[in-house]
């Protein structure tokens, strides 16, 4: 056997018999019998090769979103059941001004962060401070309320240690507002920890981005990229402490794998099995399929500033050179429904049209107008991942019946997203997934270019495939300030058509996340968005 094969086999071994074993003493456990995980710790298998960074001023991936949404709390929050109800959570309560620019909240009593700092509006007006003038890829989230460097100390003060007032530069629809600060750049962290980390001015975030300072029902315990994420309870967390005593999540991108270590007990979640999986398991007596619809969507997009993509036809033909209805009966059979248009079902105004079929023939023609005849080459970077790999072959096979050789660059999370946010690329396969549960989250992004300059300050996913429409980014600012719901969801239907019709992205899919638990675990909530999906109720038996 070469080195290389017998080195494979003994990962394969590994990760097939001893895998759950070695994650939880690498946690610190001491592993009970053979195929039982501990009944004070949840154990899970998951792909999160994403995260960049724990800081929640820099969050801006799938699985740190769902990191911070164990660690820290936020002002308020929405029902996960009804999506439409806000309510309060470091904020008991909050008023608006009659002319809508001021939101006072009262901060409620007795939360203290982790370190046992209490929680105040000192810590919330400094964590928001502190999101703007670090300008991480989230700021965007505050700043599009006229927050700068210079002003947001006096646009968001504590008036006393239970009163924070947040002034906006003018009039927004309320719910949009309160939304937007139930992202992960509205985190509260604890000012007195970060601070005393601070060098050089960096306001902390080189020790934050792998260590916690927060409130939630978890504390950090450990991250290791790409291979451990574990959790300690917080006895003391306010709304009351986890039934769990730890969390340990292991990076497991086979799926394979991630199945074979639940059947056998070792895991108690796995997180990304792949849809011919999911039959097997449905008979299981000790296995359960939860389904959670995402607003979260997968999409293609092709990159500007290359001037065969920034071709009108050639931007069209890729509309018609993808097997929606192919995929969607098999790489996406359970995880994904075909969805074209950039809001997902359930946001004011979503447009649920699928107006584009698989048509090679239709394509052709319009690659032969753009003057492409027999096709032409183009790369594609994607994940190395599951769905994301065999979506790419999907499309890779679909293209080439026109003529488009499309050569695959795979590539781990950071890998892919920092090509990605340097507009390196050509083709791209992502997912994007709402930052908040207004319309504007997913317009601002894809219908909106305010500067499309390398060194522009907005840099949205038309910014990161160069594609400039002043028009357009008129029409989304003018929606979000629309008071009227009605005129409001007509206003996102417009934009939506508009992309849907004319603009480098090929929005293919919109997510449902299948979780695969063992029945002894109860309480997990698997929300509509990454950052709703909480462990604090999960308990064992």
Known sequence: MTSFKRGLAQRMMFGQTVLGAAALAIAGFTAPAIADTPKDAL????????????????IFELSGAEYSAQVYDRLVHFDVNDVSKIEGEAAESWTVSPDGKTFTFKIRDGIAFHSGNPLTANDVAWSFARAV???KGPAFILTQFGLTPDNVEQMVRATDPRTLVFT????????FVLYCLTADVGSIVDSKLVKSKEKDGDFGTGWLKTNSAGSGPFML???????????DANPKYWRGAPK??????????????QRLLLEKGDVDVARNLKPEQFEPLKSSDAIRLVQAPKGTLWYLSLNQKNATLAKPEVREAFKYLVDYDGMAGTIMNGIGAVHQAFLPKGFLGAVNDNPYKYDPAKAKELLAKAGYPDGFTVSMD??????????AQAIQASAAKAGVKIEIIPGDGKQVLTKYRARNHELMIQQWGADYQDPNSNADTFASNPDNGDNAKSKPLAWRNAWDIPELTKKTAAAVEERDSAKRARMYEELQRSVLADSPFVIMFQQTEMVAERKTVSGLVWGPSFDTNYYWKAEKK
Do not use: C, G
């Open 133 to 135: 003038k670090m300008n």
């Open 43 to 58: 154990v899970m298998a998951w792909q999160f090769d994403d995260i960049v960074s724990l800081d929640p001023a820099e």
């Open 382 to 391: 994607v994940r190395n991942t599951n769905p994301t790999q065999d979506m």
């Open 168 to 175: 906006t530069d003018k009039a927004y629809a309320p719910t």
């Open 221 to 231: 315990k450990q991250w290791k990229a790409s291979e451990l994420l574990t959790f």
């Open 244 to 257: 769990l005593k730890r969390v340990l999540i292991r990076h497991i991108p086979e799926p394979a794998t």
